[in-house]
Each structure stands twice: as structure tokens, then as C-alpha cells.
């Protein structure tokens, strides 16, 4: 790290007496930069750099306290390194819009009026009363010429002409606690305002403007969340977005830049098709939460709600019920009923459940507890049952049933159904749900049926039956299939299907379909016979050819080699069959 | 010899210090600025320069410019049915200066000194110097542009010069720095950037702007995308050009046999340029604050750089600063110049003796660590930063970490570049990872030392101090750094390419441009501008050269009046 110096230590170093001046402190380290080699000794040189530096600020120190000593005017730079907290007055001395925030306070003094904003015959006589204060600055601007938006000003608004700044501070003050949210009458002026100021920025040179971004940034900050209808064009016209997360964000710009990424959030779940709409809604209503209020929501949205808004948005928490985000947040508990309430719907859950065990030939007798719903969650559709025959037609024939499934092979029958569950309960549609778990199946058939050296032929012929289906869609879809073994969008043919669902049952009843043990990755050698029918199919060279055989080449290759290659080894009769079909 | 080469994003030129001064050295067409633009004609020749930059009217899908903005990144563009990468391009056009060094001053440059924009980040540096080593140079060090204008700007006297702000927005990116000068030191205080803006950027506003009123029929819809990307690009170019100097401008492009032409006002394009225009703000606020100044502290403002010569920018710039820029340096020498100077600095050249100068890092750099927050929560990839934006260069600094689990066995450090508080946000630049003995969390501790040089390469070292044994490395050298081997088989590759004769190159350049002028007309003048090709071709056949020089006069004279009067 920068070693700290004394400044008594820091002239040492730079081999000069105490009372050494700015130009004898850069003669002295010019000459000491000189005669050392920075690249050889770094550190040297950071010591040098560190010297210099304390020795340049005490050096000023004491110029401007020997000018403050001696009574002479002091100049401006020397003055703000002597005093402490300078005036804001006198440091703004040169923006039109100096004036300090609150509408009550006195009039500024030393405030000048951007001479480009002011129109000159029909000013108000108090603010020409400011223009010829003797202690404004004279000529302290060149004027820009004046900003296009105070010509389509209507000439009457005198105020708010002249002075956009008092009269945005103004509307944005409130009296009252806490402060109600403008009307549209008062938003639109406001935001009149805030574009005439606006616009002056953008003509401002870079200090101006940085004063203007400033008094903005406080101002917007200090009337929130009245000023909430200003942030997001403030934001924009400063790009206060872009030092979002950055190591230098300014403490006042990160403030805003949460509200603004708050406001744009209740903005959007305000909107009816947001999915967390419907918490939001339930949990700005007042009090508590009655139960039969809470069957609509589901509180797995609620829960997502207010763990993302605690999370990013934590200001938004306010426009909240606390009242009823503390009775949601009670874990499933019932106290506010009576106990005897409480039995009573027990009960009934029971009696549901009997009912629905009964009236669909109790296919449910046999599950697994575990799979059970908790009872607090949203009742299942009643159709539930008839979705997850479907499913189950979809991956293993018309003719068998969940039933069926679970006498052959209980785990896969679990997996099968909480797999269905849980797609439908996050959202997706019965056909969706059923999607999933064909090519849940279908993996489990793929991985398990290669390693059985009786099932491997069927297998591979199915997956070249895919891989073909797939390539319809193009290379990349393809690369997407051999990597996730997921066919996606694509509908394979009649005959494909029945025969995947006819090995699909095979392995079922065979006890086949476990979970896949991860399989080491396997080679062989390729015989040049093979290579040359992949070359001759692909139209690929050799070195292409190879290297997407080592998956080593562009995803449109590696498709088509490995397309071929299987085409052409099951094809093939030769002694290292089994084993290259072992690969794929 | 040593020279110092501007390789920029629209031109390069290159320099040599030669007496005491720098001098720009003329590239075989007699100019001093070479276009960066590579073409591979059917032919198998490659040309390199104006030539190149003509072709991209007639062949673009063989021709590639802009590629600096390519630099350090896997994109490859397709020449001649090979995949070129934009180091590869940049050497080649680095190839061609050191030809021209050689024609110009007898001896071939072995050694160089090479501008990068000041926010080029450790890969794009990285990538330059392997374009250095690819043409054949051994790369002494990269300069800072805006660093190199403030060395040619600061040393036209002997004067001290307060602080003073090099702005300099070329062609593919913008760099803000900061200087002073005082006692023959050159210090660059601050600097900024960013880079992702430049000239590049205006055309495609204007490209954008235009498009839809020049073509309400939809003709460039059936061209193929890089052709009319092309068209579009050059007629912005062109209309820009004529902007700077008039408020009145046309955009035009030529399809085929029509002519689609579309007036554009100076006005339009400054509102369809204001967020580019905003944008050339941040970077100066930035460096202003880093180093603490006021505006109403700076002395002169700098212009540097092709796209400083717009009248949109230089009026945003006068308005940002209150006050109008110091146009004393050529915008388009500077760089080259003070690369130069730098060169004379590497040689230890007597006249520079007394002249020092002091560059920063302008970004910051650390590696990434999980932070425990007060309800016992881990947060992963919290960027720690180890050497601050805008320390001086060269510059040691160590940081210290130990680890989050009890009986961890090692440590991963992940070495970032950026200013994101979350390294996801920051630009990786390399990993090191330290066994550790086991103890409990937080018991073993490493220290991470950074140390970054004056070429702005990066070297990380890290030490366990509970066994004391250290790892290294130099960030350049890591990994990705393609081997000797890989480097000489790039330049094998690079030398199998064909080159027309350096004599003929004002032939091939000038054909080059008839053909250019060839696409831009339609009707009678087209049909003339043919006839003067076959007449030029002939001329080259009969290998005759007093023939060759005079109708190469003569053509340079037409094309010379069709081109004043053309609207492009």
C-alpha cells in the first residue's frame, strides 16, 4: 500500500527544507523521477509519488493560511482548501438555479440567473431584483443561447419560467405527513419544470451540469416517493443507470437507482397478466388474512413475492398491508381458527380424499405418501387423474395405465407422477406436463437400453430415428438434441412413437427403466470402411470428420458425423459393432 | 531501429525519431495515413490501405475494416474463404508500415512501440502485441493514445502546461486523459473511456437515420447483408464528410442501374446523435473526478483523433467544457507522433534525456472473494479490488484473504478487471489456484500481490503464509497465449500471402479506385468511367512505364474532377 509520510517526513525525502513552495516540490521530484528507474523499483517510485503528493497539499495548507494571516483577500481555490465546508452559495455562485431546496427558505443570495433562460421584457420584478444584486457574480456564464423549451413556454407562467427549479421544489414539498402523491395537474407542471431544467443541463457546461444532476439527485431523493413520476426521465437524461453496481456509485445516485428499479417492478406486477399479480393484490389488502380468502393465491407466488421484493426491492415492502404479509407468513398455521373449526376441516380433507379414492377406482390406494400434497396447497384439479393417464398413454401406449406402472416398477411410477405434479403446479399446461415426461421416459429408455446388449440395436435405431426427426429443424437443433437428449418442439412420426412406447414397456417390465448409472465416457476405434461411407455421406474431410468424432468440431458437423456414423454402423456387421455403438 | 506505429481503428500511420523530432513516414502511395482495411482479391493477392479501402465498394464480402474493434475477442471475419482473426489483419497492416519504414529509410524496424486506446482492456493489449509479434516486431511497449497526444502535444515547447484534458474519439473508441506537464514530466493524471464509441458509431446513426427515406421501396432489402451493411456505411461516411464542412448534406446510394438520393441536414443528425453525444460526457466526469479537478481548472482541451473533426462533436465538446478546444495538434498525426517519441524514450535517445513521463491504470483490478453478511449468508463473486483505477503506473500492490471453510484445501483466485461491484459485471482476465494446510476457516491466509507495469500488463503473485509457498503469474503469458509453435505457424500462414510489387502498388491502388468510381455512377458516366479502366488496363499490359505513369496521370485527373462533382 501508498506508505503514509509526515510532511515534514515527505520534504525529507524529496531532500527539501520546511517551507519549500509548489515549484521548488516539482523541481525537487522532477528531479529525483529523473534519476530513478520506475519500471526496476516500483515501490521507490509509489514513495516518491506519495511524497510528493503530501507535500504538494501542505504546501498549499500553508500558503492559504499564511494569505488568511496576513489579511489579504484570498483567492478562491485557497479559500475552499482553508475553510472546511464552504457555503453551497458560493461554490454554485454561477448556476442559475442556486437557490437552497426548501420553498420556505429566503430567497438565495448571489444567485444569478442563467442569462440564456431568462426572458427579457416580461421578468417579474423580484427576480430582476436578483439579476442586479451586487454580489452576483458578473458575467460569471457565457451565454449557451437560450434552451429551445422556454419558447414554447406559455408566457404567462411567469414563475415557473423563471424559476423551474423553486417551482418543482415547491410542488414537490408537502405540507402533510406523509406526503400524499401529486395530482395530475401538479405532476404535469412538475414535470414541465423538470424538462425546462433539463434542457438547461444538456446546453450546461460539465460543472453546471454536475450541479444541476446534484441538486436534482437531493432533491428527487429528499420528496420521495412524491417525486416518484420524475425518476425515471431524471434517471434517463443523467444516465444515473449506468453507475448502477459500479465500485464508484455515488451514495445519493445508488438511493435513486433502487427506487427506480422498484418503481419499474410494482409497475409491471401492477399490470393483471404479471404471475405475481395476484399476490401483490392479496397482500396490499388491509388485515388479516381470512382462510377461505386465501384458497384464489397460492403461496408458493406469494412467498416468491415477497422474497424477491425483500431481496431487490426492499422499499417496495412499504406499499404493503404488514398485517397481512404477517399473517401469510405464519407458517401453515391455524390458530385463528377454533379448535373445533380446525377438526372439522380436517375432516373434510378427509372426506375429499375418500370421495376422490373412490370415484376413480381407487387408483390412489398404493401411492406414496411421501408424494402426498400438503393440505394447506391449492386443491387438485379434478381432472388431475385423467391428465396423468394421458401422460402415461403418451410414454407407454394407450393400454396402460399409472396402475400399471406402479406394480412393474414403483420408482419410476413415483418419479413419473411427481415429475406431472410438479410441471403442472409450476405453471405448465396438461400437454406441457405430458411433454415432460415422455422425454423423461425416453432418456431413462436411451441411457439404460444402450448398456443392455439385447435392447442396444432398438435403441440406436430410435435415437438415428430422432436425431433424423431433429435435423429437420436445422444443425442446431440437432447439437441441442445430442447434447440434452430432449427432441423439444419436434413431433416424430407415428411409427417412431409406437415403438418407442413398445420398448418403453419392455424395459418397464423388465425392470430397466432406473435411474441411469452416469456412464464413463467410452471409445473405440472406428474402422476406415465406416470413415470412408461418413465422409462420403457428409461430404466432410477427413480432419472434419475426426474431429467431430472426438466432439471437437462446429455443432453442424458433429451432428452430421454422428448421423452418418450410426447410419452406417447399423448397417454394418463387423466385430467392433457393439462396441462402437457402445458410444453413442 | 525503433518505430512508433498509431494502429487505429480507421487509419494507422507510422513514425520514426529521427534528429531529435518525430517524423510521419509516407506509405508508398506518398501518404501519410494508411487506411486500416484488408482486401484478398479473387486473384490471391492481398491488398493492404487505399486500395483495400476502394474495394470495399466492389468486393465487400472480401474486404474487412473496422477490425480493431475486433481486437481480443474470438471473432473471425471470412477473407478469401479463410477465417481471419483482427490480430491477424492488424498484422498485416502492420506489415505494410514497416515496408513502408523500410522503402522511406533504408532498414527494416525490428522493434516497436504501439498505441492502444487507454481503456483497452488486458485482452485487447494482449492481442495487439501478438500482431506486433506476427508481423515480425518485437513489441518494446503499448502506449496509451490519449498518453502518446499528450507527449506530442506537451513537448511542441519547453513550457509547463497546466492540466490539460486530451480528448480523443477515433474511429472505434473514445479515451479521456488528463495531463500535466512540468519540469519535463509528463503526467498523465487520470483517464477514462470507453470503448465501444467512435466515428463507427455516428455512421451507423446516420446509416440508421437514412435508410428508411432513401430506400422507401425497399431495393436494399434484396441485397445480401454485408453488401448493403457496406453501401449504407460508405454513403453515411460520405454524407458526414460533407456535413463537416456545410449544413446541407446527400446521402446516396447506388443499386445496380438507380440512383437513391436523400438530403439530410445537419440538424437531423445531431438530434438522431444526442445519446452518442451523451455519451462522450460520462468518461470525462469520470476522469475529472478521479483526479479531483474542476473543469474551470483545466487548461487547454485537446482534440485528437478523425472523429473530433465533426462539428456535432466539437459543439458538444464546447458546450461540456464552456470554452472552445486547442486544435494545435494534427488529429490524426498526434498519436503517431508521440508513439514515436515513446520510441525515442525506449532508445534512450539523448535529445529526450530530460523528459520524463508518468501513465496510470486506468481501471481498476482485483480478484473476486465471498463476503458473510450479518445473518451468517454467503455472497459469492464480491469484487475485491487490489490496484484502485488511476494509480500510477508501475505500480505493486498486495492484498490479503483467507479462507471460508474450515479445512479448505485450496484457494481459488479468479483475477478481474472492472468496475463492477460483482464480478459477473468485470472482465476475467485469469485464475490461480493455492493449496492451503488445513485449518480453521479463516486461519490460513494468502497474500495476493499485484504488480502492473508501464505497458500495462498485469503480473499476479501469491503467497500462502502459513507454508510460504508462492504461485505466479504473468497474465500475458497465461494460458490463452498461443505457443511459439502456434505463433510461427500464424506467421507462416500470414507469409504465404501475395502482395502485388511495392511498385505497382499506386497502380493497383488507382484501379482500384476506378472501379470504386465504376460502382458509384450509373448511365453515360459509368460507360466513360469503363472506358477509361480498359484504357488504363492496356496501358498496364504493354509494361511499358513511361505509358503506365502518364495514363496513370491522366486517369488520376479524371477520376479526381468525377469525384468533385459526384454527390458521394
Known amino acids: 500500500m501508498t506508505p503514509y509520510l509526515s510532511p515534514s517526513a515527505a520534504l525529507r525525502l524529496l531532500g527539501l527544507k520546511a517551507g519549500a513552495d509548489t515549484p521548488a516540490i516539482r523541481k525537487a521530484y522532477a528531479a529525483k523521477l529523473k534519476a530513478l528507474d520506475v519500471d526496476a523499483d516500483p515501490e521507490a517510485y509509489a514513495r516518491l509519488r506519495a511524497a510528493r503528493d503530501i507535500a504538494l497539499r501542505s504546501a498549499k495548507a500553508a500558503a492559504a493560511q499564511a494569505d488568511a494571516a496576513g489579511d489579504a483577500p484570498a483567492t478562491a481555490i485557497e479559500d475552499d482548501a482553508q475553510q472546511p465546508a464552504p457555503e453551497p452559495q458560493e461554490t454554485c455562485g454561477a448556476w442559475a438555479y442556486a437557490a437552497p431546496l426548501l420553498p420556505h427558505d429566503p430567497p438565495a443570495q448571489g444567485s444569478a440567473i442563467l442569462a440564456g433562460s431568462l426572458p427579457p421584457a416580461d421578468a417579474a420584478p423580484e427576480p430582476q431584483a436578483e439579476l442586479t444584486a451586487p454580489d452576483a457574480p458578473p458575467g460569471a456564464r457565457e451565454a449557451t443561447g437560450g434552451p429551445p423549451v422556454l419558447a414554447s413556454a406559455a408566457p404567462t407562467d411567469v414563475t415557473l419560467l423563471q424559476r423551474p427549479d423553486r417551482e418543482l421544489a415547491r410542488l414537490l414539498h408537502s405540507e402533510e405527513d406523509p406526503a400524499p402523491a401529486m395530482d395530475d395537474a401538479e405532476e404535469a407542471r412538475a414535470l414541465r419544470c423538470l424538462r425546462m431544467m433539463l434542457a438547461d443541463a444538456a446546453q450546461a457546461d460539465l460543472s453546471l451540469h454536475g450541479q444541476i444532476e446534484d441538486w436534482l439527485a437531493d432533491l428527487l431523493a429528499g420528496t420521495w416517493p412524491r417525486s416518484a413520476p420524475l425518476l425515471e426521465e431524471t434517471a434517463a437524461a443523467f444516465g444515473w443507470e449506468s453507475e448502477r453496481g459500479q465500485l464508484g456509485e455515488r451514495p445519493s445516485i445508488a438511493w435513486l437507482n433502487t427506487r427506480l428499479r422498484g418503481l419499474r417492478f410494482q409497475q409491471k406486477v401492477e399490470l393483471p397478466d404479471h404471475p405475481l399479480h395476484k399476490a401483490w393484490v392479496e397482500l396490499q389488502r388491509a388485515g388479516w388474512s381470512k382462510w377461505y380468502q386465501r384458497v384464489g393465491t397460492s403461496r408458493k407466488r406469494i412467498n416468491e413475492l415477497l422474497a424477491g421484493i425483500r431481496r431487490h426491492f426492499p422499499e417496495l415492502e412499504g406499499h404493503l398491508d404488514q398485517q397481512r404479509v404477517s399473517s401469510w407468513e405464519q407458517k401453515p398455521d391455524y390458530s385463528i381458527l377454533t379448535f373445533p373449526l380446525r377438526l372439522l376441516g380436517v375432516g373434510l380433507i378427509l372426506c375429499a380424499q375418500y370421495y376422490f379414492s373412490w370415484s376413480h377406482n381407487g387408483d390412489r390406494n398404493t401411492q406414496n405418501p411421501l408424494l402426498e400434497p400438503p393440505a394447506y396447497q391449492a386443491p387438485i384439479d379434478p381432472k388431475y387423474n385423467e391428465q396423468l393417464a394421458m401422460a402415461v398413454h403418451a410414454a407407454f401406449g394407450p393400454d396402460k395405465t399409472i396402475q400399471w406402472l406402479r406394480e412393474k416398477q414403483i420408482s419410476v411410477a413415483s418419479a413419473f407422477e411427481a415429475r406431472f405434479r410438479s410441471e403442472l403446479s409450476n405453471g405448465a399446461t396438461p400437454e406441457k406436463a405430458t411433454q415432460s415426461t415422455t422425454d423423461f421416459i425416453r432418456r431413462r429408455v436411451f441411457l439404460n437400453g444402450r448398456k443392455d446388449a439385447q435392447l442396444l440395436e432398438q435403441d440406436l435405431q430410435l435415437h438415428l430415428a430422432r436425431i433424423d426427426a431433429v435435423s429437420r429443424k436445422g444443425p442446431e437443433a440437432c447439437a441441442g438434441y445430442l447434447k440434452s437428449l430432449d427432441i423439444g418442439q419436434v413431433t416424430l412420426s407415428d411409427e417412431v412413437l409406437r415403438k418407442e412406447q413398445a420398448l418403453a414397456v419392455r424395459m418397464a417390465e423388465t425392470g430397466k427403466l432406473d435411474t441411469p448409472q452416469p456412464s464413463k465416457p467410452t471409445s473405440a476405434s472406428v474402422p476406415g470402411k465406416l470413415v470412408g461411407e461418413v465422409m462420403e455421406a457428409t461430404g466432410l474431410p477427413q480432419k472434419t470428420v475426426a474431429a467431430a468424432m472426438s466432439h471437437k468440431a462446429g455443432p453442424a458437423e458433429e451432428c452430421a458425423v454422428t448421423r452418418a456414423l450410426l447410419r452406417a454402423t447399423l448397417d454394418w456387421k463387423g466385430p467392433e459393432r457393439g462396441a462402437i455403438l457402445q458410444t453413442f | ?568
Not at chain 2, 72 to 78: H, K
Not at chain 2, 431 to 451: H, Q, Y
Not at chain 2, 506 to 528: H, K, P, Q, S, T
Request: proline share 5%.
Open chain 2, 1 to 568: 531501429m525503433i518505430v512508433g506505429i498509431d494502429l487505429g481503428t480507421t487509419n494507422s500511420a507510422v513514425a520514426v525519431w529521427q534528429d531529435g523530432v518525430p517524423h510521419l513516414v509516407p506509405n508508398a502511395l506518398g501518404e501519410l495515413l494508411t487506411p486500416s482495411a484488408i482486401s484478398m482479391s479473387r486473384d490471391g493477392a492481398t491488398l493492404v490501405g487505399a486500395a483495400a479501402l476502394d474495394r470495399m465498394a466492389t468486393d465487400p464480402a472480401n474486404t474487412a475494416i473496422s477490425f480493431k474493434r475486433n481486437m481480443g475477442n474470438d471473432r473471425e471475419v471470412l477473407l478469401a474463404r479463410k477465417e481471419w482473426r483482427a490480430e491477424d489483419l492488424s498484422a498485416l497492416v502492420l506489415r505494410s508500415l514497416c515496408d513502408d519504414v523500410e522503402a522511406h529509410t533504408g532498414s527494416r524496424p525490428t522493434e516497436a512501440v504501439i498505441t492502444v486506446p487507454a481503456y483497452f482492456n488486458d485482452r485487447q493489449r494482449k492481442a495487439t502485441r501478438r500482431a506486433g509479434e506476427l508481423a515480425g516486431l518485437e513489441v518494446r511497449r503499448l502506449i496509451n493514445e490519449p498518453t502518446a497526444a499528450a507527449l506530442a502535444f506537451g513537448l511542441q515547447d519547453q513550457e509547463d502546461r497546466e492540466p490539460f484534458l486530451v480528448f480523443d474519439l477515433g474511429g472505434g473508441t473514445f479515451d479521456v486523459s488528463i495531463v500535466e506537464k512540468f519540469e519535463g514530466v509528463v503526467e498523465v493524471r487520470a483517464s477514462a473511456g470507453d470503448n465501444r464509441l467512435g466515428g463507427d458509431d455516428f455512421n451507423e446513426v446516420l446509416a440508421a437515420l437514412m435508410k428508411p427515406l432513401v430506400d422507401p421501396e425497399g431495393l436494399l432489402a434484396k441485397l445480401d447483408a454485408p453488401r448493403r451493411e457496406a453501401m449504407l456505411l460508405r454513403a453515411a461516411e460520405a454524407a458526414r464528410r460533407q456535413l463537416s464542412t456545410a449544413d446541407n448534406a446527400t446521402f446516396a446510394v447506388t443499386i445496380d442501374d438507380r440512383r437513391l438520393e436523400a438530403p439530410v441536414t445537419a440538424d437531423a443528425f445531431e438530434r438522431a446523435c444526442e445519446a452518442l453525444l451523451r455519451r462522450l460526457r460520462e468518461p470525462v466526469v469520470r476522469a475529472l473526478r478521479d483526479c479531483a479537478f474542476e473543469v474551470s481548472e483545466l487548461g487547454d482541451i485537446v482534440l485528437v483523433g478523425g472523429a473530433t473533426r465533426m462539428p456535432v462533436v466539437r459543439k458538444a465538446i464546447t458546450r461540456m467544457f464552456g470554452r472552445f478546444p486547442n486544435s494545435t495538434v494534427h488529429p490524426d498525426h498526434a498519436v503517431a507522433l508521440g508513439a514515436a517519441i515513446q520510441a525515442g524514450l525506449a532508445a534512450r535517445d539523448a535529445a529526450l534525456e530530460e523528459i520524463r513521463i508518468s501513465d496510470v491504470c486506468p481501471f481498476t483490478l482485483g480478484v473476486d472473494t465471498i463476503e458473510r453478511d450479518q445473518f451468517g449468508g454467503y455472497h459469492h463473486g464480491v469484487f475485491s479490488p487490489i490496484i484502485d483505477r488511476n494509480t500510477p503506473v508501475p505500480i505493486s500492490r498486495m492484498g490479503n484473504y483467507r479462507t471460508v471453510q474450515d479445512n479448505q484445501k485450496e484457494i481459488l483466485f479468479n483475477i478481474y478487471q472492472g468496475e463492477a461491484r460483482e464480478v459477473s459485471g468485470n472482465i476475467l482476465l485469469g485464475s490461480i489456484k493455492v493449496p492451503v494446510p488445513p485449518r480453521p476457516a479463516g486461519e490460513a491466509t494468502a497474500d495476493v500481490r499485484f504488480t502492473y507495469d508501464s505497458s500495462g500488463l498485469l503480473e499476479v503473485d501469491v503467497t500462502v503464509n502459513q507454508t510460504g509457498l508462492t504461485r505466479n503469474i504473468v497474465i500475458v503469458d497465461e494460458a490463452d497465449r498461443p505457443s511459439e509453435k502456434e505463433i510461427a505457424a500464424r506467421r507462416a500462414e500470414l507469409a504465404k500471402l501475395k502482395f502485388h510489387p511495392r511498385e505497382e502498388a499506386e497502380n493497383v491502388a488507382l484501379m482500384a479506385r476506378a472501379e470504386r468510381a465504376y460502382e458509384d455512377f450509373i448511365g453515360d458516366e459509368r460507360r466513360i468511367v469503363g472506358q477509361w479502366i480498359t484504357d488504363f488496363a492496356g496501358a498496364l499490359e504493354s509494361q511499358d512505364h513511361r505509358r503506365i505513369a502518364e495514363a496513370r496521370q491522366v486517369l488520376t485527373e479524371r477520376l479526381d474532377t468525377i469525384d468533385a462533382s459526384a454527390p458521394l
